[in-house]
């Protein structure tokens, strides 16, 4: 149990960390949330608890596929926001069309044979 709120606390840090430096920071904040840490904490928590590689080999390569298709929401939310669009609709606008590529990602793997 003790193992768990550990893991809980350092997660929940990272995003208390980022939202902190992002109010001063914006730029530095979108750095630190570009980083893959909480993939890496995911695999390290993996690799504490379970030692299973081939879980962990597809825990990285599931979140490279899945990191491409919620890419373009980085792009679309910011252009909405300067148009005045307001943040609420940006952000579901963003979330569906991530869900729809994630959808449109899975298709075009299946095709060649892999199934996330």
């Not at 980085?74 to 909405?80: A, D, G, K, N, S």
């Amino acid at each position: 149990m003790a193992w768990y709120f550990i893991k809980l606390l350092i997660s929940a840090g990272i995003i208390v960390i980022i939202s902190e430096v992002s109010k001063k920071l914006p730029l530095l904040g979108s750095l630190i949330a570009s980083l893959p840490l909480i993939s890496v904490l995911g695999m390290i928590w993996m690799y504490g608890e379970t030692k299973d590689m081939s879980r962990i080999a597809d825990h990285a390569e599931g979140t490279f596929w899945y990191v491409l298709p919620s890419l373009p929401m980085f792009l679309l939310m910011p252009w909405m926001l300067r148009k005045g669009v307001g943040f609420p609709l940006a952000l579901s606008t963003g979330i569906a069309l991530t869900g729809f590529l994630y959808y449109i990602m899975t298709k075009v793997l299946e095709k060649f044979g892999m199934n996330l």
